[in-house]
């Protein structure tokens, strides 16, 4: 289950990123959108950088069991202003974009983590970006520059 949190303009393909998240997990995703401003206060909180980023992941740490019911799996908050500023310099739809972001955020609070990784993180992210036909992966783009 993917719970959206839009605090912003922007119009989101929900049942995409849900698709997206169902292949690789039955838990429960919070995804937020925000816009740099709210991002940048995020990242100067939890991981004391005060800039914009593009997505940020919050995973749960224990998968405790309460009255039955899974805990989420995690968070994950995304700036809208990355997505239309991204897609618009490789020449993709924003949707696209969206869902590359919301795909490198899943594989962090699923635990992959591509600075300290062996590729794996890369590998698993490359097969997923193939199955739904979308373009070249963050970590991809970020190795080529």
């Known amino acids: ?28 995703i919070d995804l937020t959108l925000c816009y740099n401003k709210t991002i940048q206060q995020y990242n100067k909180e939890y991981r004391h950088k005060d800039q914009a980023t593009d997505v940020l992941s919050f995973p749960i740490e224990n998968d405790l069991i309460i009255d039955n019911d899974i805990m989420p799996l995690g968070a994950i908050v995304i700036s809208v202003d990355y997505v239309i500023e991204k897609a618009k310099l490789y020449g993709h739809s924003e949707a696209s974009e969206m869902a590359l972001l919301f795909i490198h955020g899943l594989l962090h609070i699923l635990g992959y983590d591509h600075e300290t990784d ?28």
């Open 118 to 145: 062996e590729g794996q993180m890369r590998k698993k992210e490359a097969l997923i970006i193939k199955s739904f036909k979308l373009p070249k992966s963050l970590i991809v783009r970020t190795e080529e520059n």
């Open 1 to 28: 289950m993917l719970n959206i949190e839009n605090l912003t303009n922007f119009n989101i393909d929900n049942k995409f990123l849900e698709n997206i998240a169902n292949t690789l997990t039955s838990r429960e």
